[in-house]
T-cell receptor
Framework: GAVVSQHPSWVICKSGTSVKIECRSL??????MFWYRQFPKQSLMLMATSNEGSKATYEQGVEKDKFLINHASLTLSTLTVTSAHPEDSSFYIC???????????FGPGTRLLVL | GEDVEQSLFLSVREGDSSVINCTYT??????LYWYKQEPGAGLQLLTY?????DMKQDQRLTVLLNKKDKHLSLRIADTQTGDSAIYFCAESIGDSSYKLIFGSGTRLLVRP
């Protein structure tokens, strides 16, 4: 089955810096990937749908200029948290799209801590 | 709109059955899912049910779906301490590039 990796798995940064998170599909070409965010002790919230070769589709309330998504190839989507602030500290998870609904492939997640 | 709700907490004794409930709002959902998340870890897909089914059993897990009431439940038989985790239900919205909308999660605590 498809394997999804995320890099980095853990990142600590200073407030005001930008952080790039990669979601890589190792053996499946995904035209669509999804980015989720999970705050401590809360559920996963869908942030955006990343589309290969076109602009991402953002959910209501998610700032597209703050969370830049680039789906540069069929195996790689990146989420850049620009000018990160402590309230952006969260667990970010990607998921592959385009697979049968019985099949779910999530990345292992990236934990971001902004000081 | 899309909304999935769960009770926040459930505590059971080891060996008892656990029942975790979920309600959803989108009647066009094709699949409904149950996930498990252990502390500090990612999501593990436990089981799923297609929307035209009423029940699905998979070893210790039984999923019941009441489509009329938009109610989904997960029953764990013979609950073990290793089952302690957060359980999320989710509904799929859309077709080939479907979105998953997650519930708030139910924290299951299994007491020895």
């Amino acid at each position: 089955g498809a394997v999804v990796s995320q890099h980095p798995s853990w990142v600590i940064c200073k407030s005001g810096t930008s952080v790039k998170i990669e979601c890589r599909s190792l053996d499946f070409q995904a035209t669509t990937m999804f980015w989720y965010r999970q705050f401590p002790k809360q559920s996963l919230m869908l942030m955006a749908t990343s589309n290969e070769g076109s602009k991402a589709t953002y959910e209501q309330g998610v700032e597209k200029d703050k969370f830049l998504i680039n789906h540069a190839s069929l195996t790689l989507s990146t989420l850049t948290v620009t000018s990160a602030h402590p309230e952006d500290s969260s667990f970010y998870i990607c998921r592959l799209g385009g697979l049968p609904q019985e099949t779910q492939y999530f990345g292992p997640g990236t934990r971001l801590l902004v000081l | 709109g899309e909304d999935v709700e769960q009770s926040l907490f459930l505590s059971v004794r080891e060996g008892d059955s656990s029942v975790i409930n979920c309600t959803y709002t989108d009647s066009s959902s094709t699949y409904l899912y149950w996930y498990k998340q252990e502390p500090g870890a990612g999501l593990q897909l436990l089981t799923y049910i297609f929307s035209n089914m009423d029940m699905k059993q998979d070893q210790r897990l039984t999923v019941l779906l009441n489509k009329k009431d938009k109610h989904l439940s997960l029953r764990i038989a013979d609950t073990q301490t290793g089952d302690s985790a957060i359980y999320f239900c989710a509904e799929s919205i859309g077709d080939s590039s479907y979105k998953l909308i997650f519930g708030s999660g139910t924290r299951l605590l299994v007491r020895p």
